[in-house]
């Protein structure tokens, strides 16, 4: 009976899925969820990738977070539509969560929208949003280990994000190491290198996004 | 009524965490839980007290993770018990894989538990899992901003340690700022400083865990 009720929630939630990327496929926008651990550089990657992109391409972003506003009154200096979601203590966000958003927008004025999870690298891990890809963004301080630790994440990503190699001179993450562990896991898994600091894989980053448009 | 379901397997951890606090205090075993987000540190710091330790204090150590035994193999390395919990996707330990890990040691040769929680900067936060006191590390690559994000896991924490200080230079990160954001959830939460690797803090934290010590 319980587990009944339990599958009823999750296809809900798959369903909502679904319907958020048909709305956004009719508007034809691509769509990213954007996961890491806390602190590991997506909202300042975020703004960067605006700021390279401004001009070119239209992009929405929606910010999860516990309980602050912070990340997307970051955002919204950089002059995009953004809006928060606070989960007030959930630990992920989901689809209906994102349905609500995306009611927020003006979608026939948008290329991108751009999904930025609570930073937690397990349990956003496997809930579809509604978003065409997945991206997982680890950072040179979190170390070489973490693809083995949190598997999941690793799996179910379309894209990986290392973000912040300029600090490599000053960590003991083997890199080697890191994309043999990822390879395992997901042999298929493009992995771009970046820092916000350098600029180091921006314009590879910005070119990924930019062939993603579909129109 | 399924409330009621929840309600009660809540009150059973809540209970089991209590039987394990009785078990280490019986034993005069003083014990810790330290949580964090993934990569802030927790293994290699822990790697650093127990052989700053090593002599005068009789350590064991439950490590918590997804998947992998890899921190138990490293903590195993320094010549303590250790037991690891595989949590198989669960993003938290809960009392009951305390209770199982604590008979795996010789409780009557032992001073002080050291548990490390899944790296998870939420879900963790609100299980009592019999410890003494709750610890939370947080690592200056992550940012300042993290309190106010992750408020739960400041309030509920008895002590922060702030590490890898010897990332400062090479980050925005604003002490000042976090040392207020701190206090603004948890006025009296102590707040110290490390560095596994310049060794800053290390001596002050060994001896903040010798003073816990009960015999």
New interface residues.
Partial sequence: M?IK?IKNIMQKYQDLAQVNRSLLDSYNIFSINIMS???AGKTTLLEETISLLSGDVKIAVIEG????S?DAERIGKKGVPVVQINTQ?G?HLDSSMIDSALKQFNLADLDIVIIEN??????PSTYDLGEHEKIVVI?V???D??P?????MFQEADLCILN?V??LP?SNFNVDNFLQDVKKLNPDLEIIKTSAVTGEGMDYWGQWLKNKIKK
Same sequence: chains 1, 2.
């Fill in positions: 319980e009720v651990s806390p602190g977070d516990l309980m602050t912070r203590g630990c609570v930073g937690n690298l397990i349990c950072s301080p979190e170390g280990d973490k083995g630790k949190y598997p999941v912040k300029d600090l000053y």
